[in-house]
């Protein structure tokens, strides 16, 4: 977690630089989860047999939890939206739903859990983040946001919660499968609670970038990435901080991020209990090259 950290001032600005270049910098609020540098670097494969539930290598699931944003430069870099006098931060919400994920999931497995940062002061760039999950073999990768929409969300009327996913068919398609599962999953779990399920929302890179095979990556960077280390990843949206039913139901107590984020423990238990530990795919970690493209 210190190697993060101190990873961050350069590749920070690598990551902007990247994001004004690449021409999808449209939305502060959104930007994270579009953007980032292009790839992590290819990995070369080596198929290894793959494990069965609770046995093999090691053994004990790992679930890495990515809490998003985080602030930069001073400032909370994930959506706000000032209600009633209150203004509610994404930074703050996703690091609440995070620690409760990890609590439930300690208390009711033996899962080893992660989380990519342990605070909403500071962030780390998506890369690392993903760069992270892989390097303790992550069986899943789930990064926890919470969603707005340019202008009002209750006027517009935008809420419930939302997956960005891999697309299947093409590069690493078992993966891309698995995660889309996963992801389900946890949606069906938020749903019990009461919010509309958006579903999957898959996106094409809007730049023409490609995987290996030279099939269409992904627009989204943490599925991008995932994809590119062959690990189990996803963004998970909860629910709309500028919708006020969202908001005010779901999204502003205490109460509300521990039922978030126990939802989404429930449903990462209930996937990996049925789909077992990841396919391994042994890689030359030779690290992403941010501002690579
Ligand atoms: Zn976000």
Avoid: W
Wanted: hydrophobic share 35%.
């Amino acid at each position: 977690m210190i190697q993060l950290k101190n990873l961050l001032g350069a590749f920070g600005r690598t990551l902007l630089l990247a994001a004004l270049l690449s021409g999808s910098f449209v939305f502060a609020a959104q930007a994270e989860e579009e953007v980032g540098p292009a790839f992590a670097p290819p990995v070369t494969k080596t198929v290894v047999p793959e494990i069965g539930p609770g046995m093999g290598l090691g053994g004990r699931m790992v679930v890495v939890l990515d809490p998003g944003h985080g602030k930069t430069e001073g400032h909370y870099s994930g959506c706000r939206f000032e209600y009633e006098g209150v203004t509610y931060y994404e930074d703050l919400i996703t690091m609440k739903i995070a620690g409760y994920t990890k609590a439930y999931l300690e208390q009711h497995t033996d899962y080893r859990v992660y989380l990519t940062k342990d605070s909403a002061e500071v962030t780390v760039p998506l890369d690392q983040r993903a760069a992270f999950a892989a390097s303790v073999q992550a069986d899943l990768f789930v990064s926890q946001h919470v969603d707005s929409i340019p202008g009002n969300g209750t006027e517009r009327n935008a809420y419930g919660v939302s997956s960005m996913s891999p697309a299947v068919g093409r590069y690493n398609n078992e993966i891309a499968c698995q995660s889309q599962e996963a992801a389900n999953t946890i949606l069906r779990q938020l749903n019990a609670l009461g919010l509309h399920n958006r579903g999957l929302l898959l996106k094409d890179s809007q730049n023409g970038t490609l995987y290996p095979d030279g099939s269409t990556a992904d627009y989204y960077a943490i599925p991008r990435y995932s994809q590119m280390y062959g690990i189990r990843g996803f963004i998970i949206e909860h629910g709309y901080l500028n919708h006020t039913s969202d908001l005010t139901s779901f999204l502003s107590t205490e109460e509300h991020y521990r039922a978030l984020g126990e939802a989404d423990a429930k449903g990462i238990i209930e996937y990996l209990e049925k789909a077992g530990k990841a396919p391994r795919l042994i890689t030359e970690q030779t690290g992403p090259k941010p501002g690579m493209s």
